[in-house]
């Protein structure tokens, strides 16, 4: 993830957790403006009353979180913590104290382990570098995931960077702010300006999201602007507007990620109210549906129960008062209008049901009364959610001393599951010991920061479980997206094979080989992944041809496979190194070809007999014609359904290469969501994966 300049970042175990990180530090070089929203709990934590009344403001240096302890409805003595760690932190890095902020997040009513924090400050200011991740991850607590994005934009011809990370899974509810989020630029804006965004910004996203209805006593959002770019001082109606809409969909995508990670949740629920006579009802009428637990039951149940949709809307819009019928609504589910002209309209129920259990459900509510447009986001309510909260106090053992040490007996339903699934695990260790997994890396995976962290991990553990991955990725959507930006040009696609020119294929490749394999590699190695960067055309890797379209459409600089160069990848392997390959391939004419990944891929999986070839992609998996999920596939069959004509587009790209996988030996093929963080390492090692498997 790109970070703005003049911003390092640290995270660390100082004690207050078992193993896990759980002190993080924000650190600018420069002194900068801040902007907050705080929580409006009565029952605010220590580190958020320390900091009302100081902020916004200038000359703040840096912010200072904890894990696994809130500091909360811990009286003076909490405060008084708050303000020697601040002393602490502002000794390690050799400035005032009054230019740290702190936040903490985790068991409410203990004090925090103040000598441990204090005692870890030196080695956590020494551990500063540009990458994020440590911090990310230093301030979770029940999050499945990290959370963090990035934005560009030009002020005054210089490139400005917005970035943000957060946490956030349970204990949430629309008011003000709904989770710990830091957000810090390098733009040049005063505190009153930065303070007047943030709060709109925050209205249009965190104010907009609902996972429990239950508000912290710590949230807390920062945003910190030093002006290391070098930008002029953002003062440009039209600058000013291009940063806030930057600002708002870096909060809108942190919102968006707490609800996919909220507590137990298995899917994302998107609800979108219009037609309301203006915003601020549209966004309460949309809340009061993405909270209502019967609507969030109904959707981990991929139940399209239209009527509690309404029921919601109505019971909120009765107790407010407010002009509206909801006779007069139409309601869509997924794209399917269930509800319309006062009565049921719901036509096709199992297509809907099979299109519910995917990782989003969007709901949609027209009231045909007004202007007033808003989206608001949750999650479903499964059976995890009671078990991570019915006993949280006891599984998280809360010590008199501040620490935290957290028993799963309740969550992993005591030794006998822990023992079944380690003995599942080790045993997929075992069997994939030493055996290679191609991994073609595209798709939703490749964009969103913390998707790409997830992944990045997964390769890692991968590695350290005795697997051998081999990751060839894509980049279409960048790929078109500068094609655009270069030359206004729209990408034509036959076949789901992008028409590449002897002009466009020169952009491929810087797109392919300069950008994406480059920060693929440095996003990898972040961590122990030990990754080397390989682009198709070296040492002869990819030899290629041009591909002629199945009806003999010149499709240009497109190339076929025609050999792999598999030495070269053998000496990688060899050496512990994960190869990353960008589908670049040279032709006998000297000349570069575009060759898709998906082929790209299975060319190399049969090269080195792949014990399996894996695809990211941008749905579930495989999908029959009723839309359900296709668990598992033989290669007779998936070759029927393709001859059919009933697989087309892009999917029918990916089922040829995976059958011609299957045909040079290479032994199974997963087709998997790579919008699900660490479906990797689920579809690979337990036997409850989450996407299509191909057998041969």
């Known amino acids: ?81 708050v303000r020697a760690i601040r002393r602490a932190a502002g000794k390690a890095l050799g400035v005032d104290d009054g230019a740290v902020l702190m936040a903490s997040t985790g068991v409410i009513g203990v004090r925090l382990p103040v000598d441990k924090l204090t005692a870890a400050m030196p080695a956590l200011v020494q551990a500063r570098g540009v990458a ?90 920062y945003l910190l602007a030093n002006g290391a770019a070098g930008a002029p001082p953002l003062r440009d109606k039209l600058e000013l507007q291009s940063f806030e809409d930057k600002l708002t969909s870096i909060c809108v995508e942190l919102a968006r990620s707490i609800a996919e990670d909220g507590e137990g949740a298995t899917k994302l629920v998107d609800v979108c109210v219009k037609g309301a006579a203006d915003v601020d009802t549209a966004r309460d009428l949309a809340k009061s549906v993405a909270g209502s637990n019967l609507v969030k ?39 399917q209008v269930v509800y319309e002209g006062g009565r049921p309209a719901l036509a096709d129920v199992a297509t809907l049901r099979a299109k519910m259990r995917g990782p989003e459900v969007k709901v949609e509510v027209d009231l045909h009364g007004g202007p007033g447009e808003a989206t608001a986001w949750g999650c479903d309510l499964s059976y995890d959610y009671v078990k991570i909260n019915a006993d949280y106090t006891s599984l998280t053992n809360a010590a008199p001393d501040g620490t935290v040490a957290k028993d799963d007996r309740l969550t992993n339903y005591g030794p006998s599951f822990k023992r079944a699934l380690l003995v599942e695990a080790l045993s997929y260790i075992a069997k994939f010991k030493g055996k290679r997994a191609v991994i073609k890396y595209g798709g939703a995976a490749m964009v969103k920061d913390a998707l790409k962290a997830s992944f990045a991990r997964d390769v890692n553990l991968l590695r350290s479980a005795g697997l051998q991955p081999i990751v060839v990725h894509g980049g279409g959507p960048e790929i078109s ?24 294929v020169k952009v491929v490749e810087m797109v392919l080989t300069g950008k994406i394999n480059t920060e693929l590699v440095s996003l990898l190695n972040q961590g122990s992944a030990h990754a080397v960067g390989v682009s198709g055309k070296d040492a002869g890797l990819l030899r290629a041809k041009r591909a002629v379209g199945k009806d003999g459409r010149d499709l240009g600089m497109v190339g076929e496979v025609t050999s792999v160069n598999q030495e070269l990848l053998e000496v990688l392997l060899q050496k512990d190194y994960v190869p990353v ?13 575009n060759i898709n990944a998906d082929t790209a891929a ?47 587009g892009g999917m029918a790209v ?43």
């Open 1 to 81: 993830m790109r970070v703005p300049k003049g911003f390092t970042f640290a995270g660390m175990n100082a004690g207050i957790k078992a193993a896990r990180r759980d002190l993080a530090l924000v650190y600018s070089d420069a002194p900068a403006a801040c902007a907050a929203v705080l929580t409006a709990n009565k029952a605010a934590a220590a580190p958020v009353l320390d900091s009302k009344g100081r902020v916004p403001g200038t000359g703040f240096r840096a912010i200072v979180a904890n894990s696994g302890n809130a500091n909360a409805l811990t009286g003076p003595e909490g405060l008084e913590d």
């Open 132 to 221: 994020v991740e440590n911090a990310a991850e230093a301030i979770m607590t029940t999050d499945t995931r990290m959370k963090l994005t990035h934005r560009l934009l030009t002020v005054g011809g210089v490139t400005v960077t917005i970035s943000a990370f957060a946490k956030g899974s349970g204990m949430i509810a629309p008011e003000l702010a709904t989770m710990l989020a830091f957000i810090t630029t390098d733009a040049t804006v005063d505190p009153k300006t930065l303070q007047q965004m943030l709060q709109r910004a925050t209205q249009a996203s965190f104010n907009s999201l609902t996972i429990d209805g239950d508000m912290s006593t710590n949230d807390a959002v």
């Open 297 to 335: 039951a109904a959707v981990f149940g991929a139940d399209p129960n239209w009527g509690r949709v309404l029921a919601a809307l109505g019971a909120r819009a009765g107790a407010r008062g407010l002009s509206v019928d909801p006779f007069a609504a139409t309601v869509t589910v997924q794209g």
């Open 481 to 504: 997206k500068t094609l655009e930006k270069l030359g206004g040009k729209k990408s034509e696609f036959v076949d789901g094979v992008r028409v590449t020119d002897a002009d466009d």
């Open 581 to 593: 390959v960008s589908p670049v391939g040279l032709g006998d004419d000297g000349e570069g070809y």
């Open 602 to 648: 299975a060319e190399i999986a049969v090269a080195l007999k792949a014990e399996k070839l894996i695809y990211l992609s941008d749905v579930a998996g495989l999908l029959d014609g009723a839309g359900e999920l296709v668990t598992e596939i033989g290669a007779t069959d998936l070759g029927a359904r393709l001859e059919s004509g009933a697989i087309k």
């Open 654 to 696: 990916k089922v040829d290469a995976a059958l011609r996988a299957i045909r040079g030996g290479v032994a199974s093929v997963h087709f998997i969501d790579g919008r699900t963080p660490h479906g990797l390492v689920a579809e690979l090692f337990t036997d409850r994966g989450i996407g299509t498997l191909i057998k041969a």
